[in-house]
C-alpha cells in the first residue's frame, strides 16, 4: 500500500507518526474540548449533525467512531438511536476525558470507549453497520491500511462516513482561512494547551492531506462504493461517505 507524505506533530527521528500523535493528543487532552470549539468557532457541532445524517440513511444500529478523542462524534450519533456506540482511539488522555463526559452526561451505558488503533481496529470482520471518522484520518501513519481496516470491520452494506479538514478555493474563504489556520490556530493553541507544536501541526496536516478527488480515488481503491463527498462552510471541511 502506498504512504502518503508524512507530517508528524514534533518531527523527532526516532518515533512513528503514530507514537507522536498519542503523545500530541495525551498532551493537549484537558484543554482539547475548550480549545475545539473556541478554535471552529462552534462550528463543528453544525459539521458533525450534517454528517450524522448522511449516516442516518443506513439506520444503523451498531455504530463505530474512530479517532474519537473525547468522544463529540459518538454522542452525536446517539441522534440515530442505535443499540450501540463504540468510540476507539490512540490517546488514553482523551479517552480519559471522554469516559468522564460520558459518565456526567449519562450515556455510559451506549457508547463505550476502547483504547485502540486505527489502522489494526481491535474489532472482528464486518461488526458495524456504520462508522465514522472526525478529523482523524489525515492523522493515519498509512491512510490506505487505516481505510481499509475500517472496511474490513464494517458489514456489507455498512456506510463509512469521514468529516475531515480540507482547504477552501474560493476567495476570501481561502485567503481568511489560510490566515485563521497558519497564524491565529497555532497562537491560541500554544497559549492555552502550553504545546506549541500541537497546533502548528494542524494546519501543516490538513495542507499535506489528500483531499477532495484525491481522497475519492483512495476511497475506491480499498473497496468503497457509491462514494460521495459533500463541502461544508465553503470548503473549510468535507463529508465523504462510502458503502462496503
Known sequence: MSEQKVVKPY??????KKEEVA?????????????NHLLSLGIDKIWRKKAIRILGEVAPKKILDIATGTGDFAIAALKLNPDSVI???ISKGMLDVGKAKMKKKGVDDVIEMHLGDSE????????????????????????????TDMLRVLKPEGKAVILEFS?????PVKQLFGFYSRYLIPFLGKFISKDKRAYEY????????PEG????????KVGYKNIERKLVSFGIATIYSGIK
Open 23 to 35: 503523545e500530541m493528543f495525551n498532551n493537549i487532552s484537558k484543554r482539547y474540548d475548550f480549545l
Open 213 to 220: 478527488q484525491e481522497f475519492v480515488d483512495i476511497m475506491k
Open 202 to 209: 494542524l494546519p501543516e496536516s490538513v495542507a499535506a492531506f
Open 11 to 16: 518531527n523527532n527521528e526516532s518515533s512513528s
Open 87 to 89: 468510540g476507539v482511539d
Open 120 to 147: 489494526e481496529l481491535p474489532f472482528d470482520q464486518a461488526s458495524f453497520d456504520g462508522l465514522t471518522v472526525g478529523f482523524g484520518v489525515r492523522n493515519y501513519q498509512n491512510l490506505e491500511k487505516g481505510l
Open 167 to 171: 482547504k477552501p478555493k474560493t476567495f
